[in-house]
């Protein structure tokens, strides 16, 4: 495999392309006396994965969270599609940490159930809700419950179901914290065969130096609290190898490593 091109810096005020489709203005957000963000300004390009990363406390959920529209930014806007952000609307959807699943409902009453919401008649929502369990490979559990299921599988069944309402944006919070060494690296490989095929805008965040480089079109930097952008990095991976081969690579190898320089001084 030849290397792929070195990381490239990008402007940190987070502008450099066009066709964003999420734009984020001056987010500020306090908890009382805490200053959680100051002064976020980003933009997120349609059809591309942007990680979130930074250390422990310096906002990353909390964003994800306020363009979500969980949570309310103390200052500044969010806009989607050019529609400043209110609240949740059914453009974004977000994939949570813990999974939040019904625990009382099948996975196929899980998947389909933001189709449920909207009205979308019972045939057609299990007829998407069972094309995405496909795609997350859980064809033939569609009838089980989440305690019938392993913590990878629930994990699963979570990014279906957010696929499955169709938005534009994928909000995706620590998604494989959960499960273990061997499934994090194929879930990673699923995720970006889902990113190439289904060519949705992805809002990632993790706390792996690894898996934000080996996932990302762009990487996000946020400084220790109050959370701001610190570097944009865009790892330029050529992902057209193998997985083995890619993890391997000196180019891949390199941006983890200049990641973890300006990182270490933040841990604790």
Not at 72 to 80: C, D, H, L, V, W
Not at 89 to 104: I, K
Not at 205 to 213: G, M, N, R, Y
Request: glycine share 8%; charged share 25%; proline share 5%.
């Amino acid at each position: 495999m030849a290397n792929p091109m070195p990381a490239r810096a990008a402007d940190q005020s987070g502008t450099a392309t066009s066709d964003a489709i999420v734009e984020v203005r001056d987010i500020c957000k306090r908890y009382g006396d805490i200053e959680a963000l100051r002064g976020i300004n980003l933009e997120f390009e349609r059809g591309k994965l942007t990680t979130l990363l930074g250390p422990s406390g310096c906002g990353k959920t909390t964003l994800l969270k306020i363009i979500a529209g969980l949570v309310p930014a103390t200052s500044g806007q969010i806009r989607i599609n050019g529609k400043v952000v209110t609240g949740p609307g059914p453009e974004r959807a977000f994939v949570f940490q813990d999974f939040a699943l019904m625990p009382w409902a099948t996975v196929l009453r899980n998947v389909g159930f933001g189709l449920e919401l909207k009205g979308v008649p019972q045939a057609e929502r299990h007829r998407i809700a069972k094309h995405y369990i496909g795609e997350v490979g859980l064809s033939g559990f569609e009838e089980k419950y989440p305690h019938e299921l392993s913590g990878g599988m629930r994990q699963r069944v979570g990014i279906a179901r957010a696929f499955s309402v169709n938005a534009d944006v994928l909000l995706l919070d620590e998604p494989f914290s959960a499960v273990d060494e061997q499934n994090r690296r194929k879930f990673q490989e699923d995720l970006l065969q889902l990113v190439e095929k289904e060519r949705k805008t992805f809002l990632f965040v993790t706390h792996s130096i690894e898996e934000a480089v080996y996932v990302s079109d762009r990487i996000v930097l946020l400084s220790p609290r109050p959370g701001r952008v610190s570097q944009i990095i865009e790892p330029n991976i050529d992902r057209s190898a193998a997985p083995d081969v890619i993890r391997r690579d000196k180019g891949y190898l390199d941006v983890v490593e200049e990641i973890w320089q300006g990182l270490r001084q933040y841990a604790e």
